[in-house]
């Protein structure tokens, strides 16, 4: 038989209840952080390449910027150089067609001084 010293108080018991249902509470509530943890270490990892991306990013685009400006500017220089060589190539055109005009009326009049055009 049990002697009524050695029985446990019903107020001790729920204390050990209590007890027990916090340091059940508490490993779930650790493992919980731990998860928590790991996810903000990633989310932190992920954050930091994005900045980095970002920052990449930013400076390519300063680039390609400064570049789509050099095209540009080449592009209008380009563009007036064709003009002008349009020009010019008419003009040598034309120049050539007068000197094949003035080449065949010389011929002409030479032949015509010699007699030895033919009809």
């Known amino acids: 038989m049990m002697l009524s010293k050695?029985?446990?108080?019903?107020?001790?018991?729920?204390?050990?209840?209590?007890?027990?249902?916090?340091?059940?509470d508490n490993i779930r509530l650790l493992h919980d952080n731990r998860a928590l943890t790991s996810s903000l270490d990633s989310l932190n990892g992920q954050l930091y390449a994005l900045r980095k991306i970002r920052a990449n990013y930013e400076e390519c685009s300063d680039s390609v910027l400064l570049m789509?400006?050099?095209?540009?500017?080449?592009?209008?220089?380009?563009?007036?150089?064709?003009?002008a060589l349009k020009r010019e190539l008419k003009t040598i055109k034309s120049g050539t067609y007068w000197y094949i005009e003035q080449s065949n009326m010389l011929k002409e009049k030479e032949e015509h001084v010699r007699g030895t055009k033919t009809k």
């Open 68 to 83: 789509n400006e050099r095209l540009a500017t080449d592009n209008s220089t380009l563009a007036a150089n064709l003009v």
């Open 6 to 24: 050695d029985r446990i108080s019903p107020h001790k018991i729920n204390d050990y209840r209590e007890i027990e249902i916090l340091r059940v």
